[in-house]
């Protein structure tokens, strides 16, 4: 406890003083403009007692209360810190500007439920939020970040949990949306007034117009087929490049290189042209033909991984009378099994998510679509307003296989990236 003290009281001490003034900074900014109103400018403080003695109610009233009592604890906090000065002090300090950061800054998002539930304003927008918001939000988290420092807790701490918020709003927002009970496109709010699975059940009911069922069986069999099929493709071309040597090697290796450089999409059209020649346009068989046909260019990575294990083990079992396929199959598989695991998510992924193509392929043969074709054909503008809530619920039914399995396979499939044989 003395060290803690003597380390703030010497290298730090500039950052506890700082932080202490930003501090109490961002404790005025709550009595200074936060909302921009056609009748006038309004403090939080002045909008929570306002919410007070109001009859209305919203849980979004929430956010704007935390706002005030974390600000002004943490203020409390900062002014304690400067007579004692410990390191319990200091990290409860911590966790409450960090709630008061956060609370202020969910306070942006729901500003607009707020002053719509209260009849402050019908049309307020974010652009309406006055400096005193912004003092507020920006000086919780630069005190934020200055205790931080003075705690010797790693700052990055804040840029990763920003990073993680950005990343799961997009996904946090459509799995709320799945459960919506209200219908429509757009609505001016995040958490739904009411929760519902029907959007789930309605996927998949006989009377449903949707014929999500097929589209994901359709999804399932082409995805599975791929898999096995450009897995092993896959895996064979790879061996053969990574451990023999012919004629043409290198040259063979660069044209699929360069090939591998242009879009996909290029070849489309004259892909589908050739399937409607040889009769297989608007089947599923054509895209994991299709698949199949180019799954050899995915060959870096495997072969990048077989390079890394010991050509003396193949030279051993050689000695002892094996053939190059009992080699790859008992000898090299085995050793494998990271690489393996990485190109069967890979190939599952991509037939699994493929919208281009197969959007190309089945045109308006709706049995045949897969599941990124269907809700996609469900975002239309003639549909979207009625179907959009099954559309975010089939959106999740689609996630969740690929979630699953990435899970349960993640600690091979970062082995496989990185190239390592163990043992």
Not at 2 to 15: A, C, D, Q, S, Y
């Given at each position: 406890m003395?060290?803690?003290?003597?380390?703030?009281?010497?290298?730090?001490?500039?950052?506890?003083?700082?932080?202490v003034?930003?501090?109490?900074?961002?404790?005025?900014?709550l009595?200074?403009p936060?909302?921009?109103?056609?009748?006038?400018?309004?403090?939080v403080?002045?909008?929570?007692?306002?919410?007070?003695?109001?009859?209305?109610?919203?849980?979004?009233?929430?956010?704007?209360?935390?706002t005030?009592?974390?600000?002004?604890?943490?203020?409390?906090?900062?002014?304690?810190?400067?007579?004692?000065?410990?390191?319990?002090?200091?990290k409860?300090?911590?966790?409450?500007?960090?709630?008061a950061?956060?609370?202020?800054?969910l306070?942006?998002?729901?500003?607009?439920t707020?002053?719509?539930?209260?009849?402050?304003?019908?049309?307020?927008?974010?652009?309406?939020?006055?400096?005193?918001?912004w003092?507020?939000?920006?000086?919780?988290?630069?005190t934020?970040?200055?205790?931080?420092?003075v705690?010797?807790?790693?700052?990055?701490?804040?840029?990763?949990?920003?990073?993680?918020?950005?990343?799961?709003?997009?996904?946090?927002?459509?799995?709320?949306?799945?459960?919506?009970?209200?219908q429509?496109?757009?609505?001016?709010?995040?958490?739904?007034?009411?929760?519902?699975?029907?959007?789930?059940?309605?996927?998949?009911?006989?009377n449903?117009?949707?014929?999500?069922?097929?589209?994901?069986?359709?999804?399932?069999?082409?995805?599975?087929?791929?898999?096995?099929?450009?897995?092993?493709?896959?895996?064979?071309?790879?061996?053969?490049?990574?451990?023999t040597?012919?004629?043409?090697?290198?040259?063979?290796?660069?044209?699929l290189?360069?090939i591998?450089?242009?879009p996909?999409?290029?070849s489309?059209?004259?892909?589908?042209?050739?399937?409607?020649g040889?009769?297989?346009?608007?089947?599923l068989?054509?895209?994991?033909?299709?698949?199949?046909?180019?799954a050899?260019?995915?060959?870096?990575?495997?072969?990048?991984?077989?390079?890394?294990?010991?050509?003396?083990?193949?030279?051993?079992?050689?000695?002892?009378g094996?053939?190059?396929?009992?080699?790859?199959l008992?000898?090299?598989?085995?050793?494998?099994?990271?690489?393996?695991?990485?190109?069967?998510?890979?190939?599952?992924?991509?037939?699994?998510?493929?919208?281009?193509?197969?959007?190309?392929l089945?045109?308006?043969?709706?049995?045949?679509?897969?599941?990124?074709?269907?809700?996609?054909?469900?975002?239309d503008?003639?549909?979207?307003?009625?179907?959009?809530?099954?559309?975010?619920?089939?959106?999740?039914?689609?996630?969740l296989?690929?979630?699953?399995?990435?899970?349960?396979?993640?600690?091979?499939?970062?082995?496989g990236?990185?190239?390592?044989?163990k043992?």
């Amino acid at each position: 406890m003395g060290n803690f003290r003597k380390t703030v009281i010497g290298l730090n001490l500039k950052n506890h003083l700082k932080a202490v003034i930003v501090a109490l900074v961002a404790f005025v900014a709550l009595f200074l403009p936060y909302m921009n109103l056609e009748e006038g400018k309004r403090s939080v403080v002045g909008v929570a007692l306002e919410l007070l003695g109001g009859s209305s109610a919203s849980k979004a009233y929430v956010f704007i209360y935390g706002t005030i009592v974390f600000t002004f604890v943490a203020a409390v906090m900062a002014v304690v810190s400067v007579f004692k000065t410990n390191e319990k002090v200091m990290k409860c300090w911590q966790v409450l500007q960090a709630l008061a950061t956060i609370f202020s800054g969910l306070l942006m998002f729901s500003t607009r439920t707020i002053a719509k539930a209260s009849g402050l304003s019908n049309n307020f927008l974010n652009k309406d939020l006055s400096f005193g918001y912004w003092i507020l939000f920006v000086g919780s988290l630069v005190t934020l970040v200055l205790v931080m420092s003075v705690t010797k807790t790693n700052v990055g701490y804040i840029a990763l949990t920003v990073l993680g918020v950005i990343w799961l709003f997009p996904i946090l927002w459509i799995v709320l949306t799945a459960f919506r009970a209200e219908q429509g496109y757009y609505v001016g709010y995040f958490i739904p007034k009411g929760f519902t699975f029907d959007n789930f059940i309605n996927l998949f009911t006989n009377n449903s117009v949707l014929p999500f069922a097929r589209w994901w069986c359709n999804t399932l069999i082409v995805a599975l087929c791929s898999c096995v099929i450009n897995t092993l493709i896959v895996l064979m071309t790879s061996y053969v490049l990574s451990r023999t040597r012919f004629a043409g090697r290198k040259a063979f290796m660069n044209i699929l290189m360069i090939i591998g450089m242009f879009p996909g999409f290029m070849s489309l059209i004259a892909v589908y042209n050739i399937l409607k020649g040889i009769g297989l346009n608007q089947s599923l068989l054509a895209l994991i033909v299709v698949g199949a046909a180019g799954a050899a260019m995915g060959y870096h990575v495997s072969k990048g991984f077989f390079d890394t294990i010991p050509k003396a083990i193949d030279e051993a079992a050689i000695i002892d009378g094996a053939s190059r396929l009992q080699i790859f199959l008992h000898v090299t598989l085995p050793l494998s099994k990271s690489i393996i695991v990485y190109t069967v998510l890979g190939s599952f992924l991509g037939a699994w998510s493929d919208y281009i193509f197969p959007s190309m392929l089945f045109g308006d043969k709706q049995s045949s679509y897969t599941v990124a074709v269907g809700l996609y054909w469900l975002t239309d503008f003639k549909r979207i307003d009625t179907y959009y809530t099954q559309f975010a619920a089939g959106a999740v039914i689609v996630a969740l296989p690929i979630v699953i399995l990435f899970v349960w396979l993640q600690r091979f499939y970062v082995e496989g990236l990185s190239g390592s044989v163990k043992g």
